[in-house]
């Protein structure tokens, strides 16, 4: 579980101000925001490529906040980045074939016929 609390950075703008969240082990959380919001700020400083100016993060009970990237490798956190273009020479469908199979909600089938594979927890 990482936990982020009353975390704020502060570069020249207020990019993150006093966010706090909670994430479970296992569960897919989104993060949604208009451009300029500070969404990629929040993960840069949660993964430690940006120290906090206040606030902490917290992972499995352990305060990580600040740590470098390498130090939160090593406790089992990774950030990865968005690589928009990273097969250009493959046409859309090759690019599509790399994608492993069986995602939920993949198939239109299974918005009928399973519809709780789907649907977001609440």
């Known amino acids: ?8 950075k502060i570069s ?3 990019a993150v101000n006093d966010v706090s969240l909670t994430i479970e082990a296992g569960s897919i959380t989104g993060l949604i925001g ?6 990629t700020t929040l993960f840069n400083v949660i993964a430690g490529l ?3 100016s206040a606030g902490r993060v917290v992972l499995d009970g352990e305060d990580i906040t600040g740590l470098p990237p390498h130090e939160l490798f090593a406790k089992g956190m990774l950030r990865t980045f968005q ?11 090759e690019n599509l074939m790399m994608v492993p199979g069986g995602q939920s ?3 239109l ?6 519809p709780a594979k ?3 927890k609440r």
Do not use: C
């Open 1 to 8: 579980m990482i936990s982020v609390e009353n975390l704020s």
């Open 12 to 14: 020249g703008i207020q």
């Open 34 to 39: 208009p451009n300029g919001a500070g969404k």
């Open 50 to 52: 940006y120290s906090p």
């Open 83 to 93: 690589i928009a273009h990273e097969f250009s020479t493959l046409t859309v469908r």
């Open 105 to 107: 909600g993949e198939r």
């Open 109 to 114: 089938v299974d918005a009928w016929i399973r």
């Open 118 to 120: 789907v649907r977001p």
